[in-house]
């Protein structure tokens, strides 16, 4: 939970008093113009920048300021824009990597009781990779294997760390259109069974209206918009600032839509979002 969280760059405020809660189970989305500060906002939340003022609670547990070992061991994981994983060390060792710090914290999950009992998907290395779709690529160094599935693997490395909620940092960036639809099923998929929260930042904001149950629009490091991606689409000021330009129909042949008559009216790119989000 995010309580009046600002962060300051010296006269710069990127995240301007920020308050958000993030419920047990939650698929959540969160979308703004470059430069909002949602990014930024994750670094508060990992304990990667601290909140210049604020406070960030994890289970009752004031974590304000504390450095990013702590967050994880509050079962808070993250991705970052550039997947950052051990490029030199196989697929393989990357997801071991994590189970070895999941081993020293303790874990009750709601539905599958002890760590002891973890769910399939999770208690080790191969089942980590089945998951993600790695398993062929488990003996190769992390350096040898596409971009595109480099951002598995990280996602793979902060599930190996069992997290109660995983911080999805632009996951998409770079994927092609059913790559994309392959990471929000996989997105959706962690978190319908493995007992997680997901709070995932994208640009590619078609796919994530259609997956997420909530989404948070961030401005100018303000929260001007909080609820279900059907209500925050119509929301004026969110159109404004963001959606009229990000939600634009993808480049069409020269010539008229099917349709529609030469001098017609053109139907709003936001009005086509919010009834893909309905």
Same mark, same amino acid.
């Given at each position: 939970?995010? *309580? ?31 430069? &909002? ?8 939340? +990992? ?5 210049? +003022?604020?406070? =960030? ?5 004031? =974590?304000?300021? /504390?450095?990013?070992?702590?967050? &994880?061991?509050? @079962? ?6 550039? #997947? ?5 060390? /196989? ?6 990597? @994590?189970?070895?710090?999941?081993? *020293? ?7 599958? @009781?002890?760590?002891? &009992? ?7 290395? !191969? ?7 790695? /398993?062929?690529?488990?003996? =190769? ?24 909620? =995983? ?7 770079? %994927?092609? @259109?059913?790559?994309? !639809? ?11 069974? %493995?007992? %997680? ?43 404004? &600032? ?6 634009? !129909? ?11 008559? #030469?001098?017609?009216? +053109?139907? #709003? ?8 989000? +309905?």
């Amino acid at each position: 939970e995010a *309580r009046a969280v600002t962060v300051r760059f010296g006269g710069l405020t990127a995240v301007d008093a920020v308050n958000a809660r993030f419920n047990a189970g939650e698929l959540v989305g969160i979308i703004g113009p470059n430069g &909002a500060g949602k990014t930024t906002f994750f670094n508060a939340l +990992s304990g990667v920048t601290p909140p210049t +003022s604020g406070r =960030l609670l994890a289970d009752g547990h004031d =974590l304000s300021g /504390s450095g990013p070992h702590r967050y &994880a061991a509050h @079962g808070i994981a993250r991705t970052f824009q550039t #997947p950052r994983v051990f490029a030199d060390l /196989s697929v393989r060792t990357n997801i071991e990597f @994590g189970l070895e710090f999941a081993g *020293r914290r303790p874990r009750r999950y709601v539905f599958w @009781g002890e760590t002891k &009992a973890v769910p399939w998907a999770l208690r080790n290395a !191969e089942s980590v990779l089945t998951l993600i779709g790695l /398993s062929a690529q488990a003996g =190769l160094p992390a350096a040898a294997i596409t971009p595109s599935q480099q951002r598995l693997l990280e996602i793979g490395m902060a599930l190996a760390t069992r997290p109660r909620i =995983l911080l999805l940092d632009e996951v998409a960036a770079g %994927l092609t @259109g059913p790559e994309i !639809e392959d990471m929000a099923r996989l997105i959706r998929r962690m978190r319908d069974e %493995l007992d %997680l929260s997901v709070v995932w930042i994208e640009h590619a904001v078609t796919t994530l209206l259609r997956y997420v149950e909530r989404v948070l629009v961030l401005h100018q490091g303000r929260l001007i918009a909080d609820g279900p991606p059907a209500e925050v689409v119509r929301n004026p000021e969110v159109i404004d &600032a963001y959606l009229g330009d990000e939600m634009d !129909e993808p480049a069409r042949e020269p010539g008229p839509a099917a349709g529609h008559s #030469p001098g017609a009216p +053109s139907r #709003p790119a936001s009005r086509d979002a919010a009834d893909r989000a +309905s």
